[in-house]
């Protein structure tokens, strides 16, 4: 059973940073790519950033250069940094995790909310 818990969420205004993190537990073996994705009021959602078990990373465009996503293989965590926050960065923060062997799990989300 594997299970992925988010942390870090919180108020900022807008400009600030936060910090969030996913630990992931259970049988968590072989190739995979963990993943924050978010989800607004109102809107679909979206990856944000993704990073594979070899390091390559992906960024969706309204977020680079502002928002770095790190993982540590060995604690099997993944963070996401994000900087120069806006407004329009509010929304739940979910953390994934696809295991190629075996398929694509979720945390219950993390609330982030950029004041202006």
């Known amino acids: 059973q594997v299970q992925l818990v988010e942390s870090g969420g919180g108020l900022v205004q807008a400009g600030g940073s936060l910090r969030l993190s996913c630990a992931a537990s259970g049988n968590i073996f072989g190739g995979n790519t963990m993943a924050w994705y978010r989800q607004a009021p109102g809107k679909q959602r979206e990856l944000v950033a993704a990073?594979?078990?070899?390091?390559?990373?992906n960024y969706a465009d309204s977020v680079k250069d502002r928002f770095t996503i790190s993982r540590d293989n060995a604690k099997k965590m993944v963070a996401l940094q994000m900087n120069n926050l806006k407004p329009e960065d509010t929304a739940v923060y979910y953390c994934?995790?696809?295991?190629?062997?075996?398929?694509?799990?979720w945390g219950k989300g993390t609330l982030v909310t950029v004041s202006s």
């Open positions: 994934n995790l696809v295991l190629y062997s075996s398929g694509r799990y």
């Open positions: 990073i594979t078990s070899g390091g390559s990373t």
